[in-house]
């Protein structure tokens, strides 16, 4: 078992399924691998690892869940989840809501977190978002360059057949759309 | 500054920001040395965590040079080289004075669902991330970490997230000698719990995943056995058997939201929002671990609800354990393991990319081109 479970790579399994080592219950319990992996049992003291206890005791009267901490002075809109009982004293201030997707945050964020409906309309907002700021990038006169948005150059270079596939599969969306309207009009 | 910006699902691209500015006493302004990639940053590139808004700066995992600090951070100075955990924490309040700095109630007031993350939607607090030059570092006084000088950039950015979180993720499936110990995924956290597992004293630990050239990374960095579902047609069968029908003394998963191996679950939770992600993985860890057994979840999924075996896992007597690793306990840990050459995370990396392809980088990571396993990304000024 210690050559199966060596670390250079000659040592590897040699197929994806195999049987594992074998070996009884009452004998794992005294197993050592130290010698063949590398740090092995170095945590095996329960008590000494970070997450023990696993509910640390603060001190009795030091339990707020808002301590008196300096708040943070809002420069834009910050929402607030009915689940707080108040504003936190920190916050992130990317990407304030605004326009028609903003306006469904707004309104996502009068449910609370138990509702489906708050989680739902936050993604609707999403998906209207994407759109804003697709008409915002061309009101600015930007175009947006969806090859290097996309990665799709890697694709190219690492799946090139799956790139083509891609591309003919489009062609022939494409084409048969073309087809469609012609036919509409003739 | 040059940053990542997010335009919608499988978009993203670098736009000029401005370099952000002390908003409260308590932050910092952190310059970029080194920002990664994370599997749970592609939850977000594929459009499925509610309140991600077009223009957000991702990246959680970053360290860098202390530019400047707020008027209450003392324990910084302007030229420290830090890793700055993804968790933000304010380190007083009755979660975080209990170690639990990934559920820390004064960082986020989007949801009491989720502490504060950087650059992870607003539903994790609104924050721009470290995909980008400088980034802002609230609670300044409590999460970063000043580098030891004997650890490299790249092993301290693993450090900010990904072996925090798998070390977390073997110490909640209470490993201890002997056990038996399986691990859904070869991400890097999966890896990483792995990794983690042996230390613990496992007797054997598996992966479980469907790229063989990860598992065969894994069999090579983890030293584990390994399992490709896609060779077997019924996993959870195969695993049982594997494990002379007893099942496994604990299971882990380390893959979240957007499993395969279940044409339902993928339908119902990544291609339609009916359930919050694919539970494959959760499903298969109750149904492989032995009666009585611990199923440790550090895979991320979305807030809403999914279909998963509960009523097997009450007949069967589990212990379910799951969280968002509380970096800052487990870091002085993992850098122990670190110093004392028992892992080197950073063999993990296999690509390095330019800040301004980061539109490149994503597509590789997320499509699993060129056998990416963890990608980093380097600002212009790093690059040097």
Redesign the interface.
Known sequence: MEQL?????QD??ET????????S?AD????D?SR?????????D?QA???VPR?????IG??????P??Q??P?VK????T??AR?????????P?QGL?GML?DA??HFS?GR?AR??T??L???V??V???VGDLAHGHV???V????????L???RANFMKKVAVAGVAVGLVILYARSRRS | MLAMSY???????IVGKPIPEI????DAIVRVTRACICGSDLHLYH?LV????????FGHEFVGIVEEVGS?VRNLKPGDRVLVPFN?A?G???FC????FGNC?????????AG?IFGYS??C????GGQAEYVRV??ADVGPYKIPDGIDDDNAALCTDVFPTGY?AA??A?V?????VLVFGAGPVGLFAA??A????A??V?IVDEY?YR??FA??FA?C????FR??KDPVW?LKK?A?WLGWDCAIDAVGAEARGSGLQHLTGVKL?LQAGAATALYWAIDVVRKGGVVSVVGVY???MNAVPIGNALNKGLTLRMNQA?VK??L??CIE?IE????NPKEVITHRIPLEEI??????FS?K??ECIKPVVIPPRAMA
Not at chain 1, 55 to 59: G, L, S
Not at chain 1, 62 to 67: G, R
Not at chain 2, 7 to 13: D, F, H, I, L, N
């Open positions: 479970l060596g670390s250079s790579s590897v399994l994806p399924v195999r049987g594992g080592p074998r070996i219950s794992r319990q005294s197993i691998l063949t992996i590398p740090g092995w049992g170095s945590d095996l329960r690892r970070p997450g509910d640390k005791a603060p001190e030091s339990e707020l869940l808002y301590p901490i300096e943070q002075p420069r910050i929402h607030k989840s689940e707080h504003m936190t004293p920190v916050f992130g201030t990317a990407c809501p997707s945050r996502a964020y977190e489906l989680w739902l936050l993604m907002a999403d998906r978002n994407v804003e700021g697709i947006p360059n969806l290097k948005e996309t990665g799709l150059r890697s694709e270079r690492y799946n | 335009r919608g699902p499988y978009r993203v691209r908003e409260h006493p308590r459009g509610p309140d991600t808004r077009v223009g957000q700066t209450n933000i304010c007083e309040c009755y004075l209990k170690g639990l109630h004064n960082s986020n007031p989007n949801a009491t669902a504060g607003h539903t607090g609104g924050y721009d609230p609670y977390q110490e909640m209470g201890k000698r002997g056990d038996t990794k983690s042996w230390f613990m004293g007797a054997r598996m063989e598992l065969d069999r090579r030293h056995e390994t399992l490709n060779e077997i195969y594997e002379d929002p979305g807030p809403t509380s306990r487990n002085p840990r393991h004392a050459g028992h892992i539109g490149e980088g994503y597509h590789i499509s081109l060129d």
